[in-house]
């Protein structure tokens, strides 16, 4: 069934909207509260297992400029939704960062990603825990499009297999590079707290790092995997 452009992007800018309150939420509660970066793993990787459980269907839920970019670059996705969907998940973000700072009081730092270590280790850590990310998504979208055509409970498994994989990874990330640089792997998680807080330290890092990181993984799955049972067939 195809689905509009429309309602791809409103499922996008929802399930944005939904992770980045919750990823922004709970970072400013462990700051309020003085707690550790695991509360913030577990919070953001199960958020990110029901948002792609609930969305995942309707728009991919990439909730990621980094992720949209790299799935148009491997032809996942056609160049001209790139804008739309960029432009909906930092909407959603800037939404959500001033919703937030409309709740908390007091606001403390707005749950905005900066450096604890220099420039260029955060640098490496958000390329890291990118890549890791996206070759990730690339490998659970890739194991996605064969089942398709599948009878729906069967999509269903499906889609519940690839949000629990995929959290579990943002869970790790987190919990890797959480203490050194919040490990955003999103621009648009950055973007919208920084807005909101008008704390623009390091931002160069968070938007550049996560993309290439982005890239790279999605480009090592594409080079790894395995050909096409179809394209098998005709060189045979």
């Keep these: 069934m195809d689905i509009s452009l429309g309602r791809k992007v409103g499922a996008e800018f929802l399930g944005t909207f939904l992770l980045m309150s919750a990823a922004i939420g709970a970072a400013i509660e462990k700051e309020k509260s003085q ?12 958020t990110v297992m029901i948002i792609i459980c609930s969305i995942g269907h309707i728009s991919g839920a990439h909730l990621n400029p980094a992720v949209t970019i790299s799935f148009a670059v491997i032809e996942h996705m056609p160049w001209k939704n790139v804008p739309v969907y960029i432009g909906a998940q930092v909407l959603a973000s800037v939404s959500a960062a001033f919703a937030l700072k409309l709740i ?19 640098f490496a850590a958000e390329f890291m825990v990118s890549f890791t990310l996206m070759f990730v998504v690339t490998a659970v979208a890739d194991g996605t499009r064969v089942v398709r055509e599948f009878p729906g409970i069967i999509m269903v498994q499906v889609r519940l297999f690839a949000g629990i994989v995929v959290g579990a990874t943002v869970m790790i990330n987190i919990l890797m590079a959480g203490a050194a640089t919040g490990s955003s792997m999103n621009p648009a998680r950055t973007l919208g707290p920084a807005i909101a807080a008008h704390n623009y330290k390091g931002i160069w890092i968070y938007l550049t790092a996560p993309i290439l990181g982005s890239l790279c993984g999605a480009g090592a799955y594409t080079v790894l995997k395995l050909p096409d049972r179809n394209t098998t067939m005709q060189e045979e």
């Excluded at 908390?104 to 955060?122: E, L």
């Design 35 to 46: 707690g550790s970066v695991v509360g913030c793993a577990v919070i953001s990787g199960v």
């Design 104 to 122: 908390f009081h007091p606001f403390m730092s707005g749950g905005v990603t900066v450096p604890s270590v220099g420039y260029g280790q955060a």
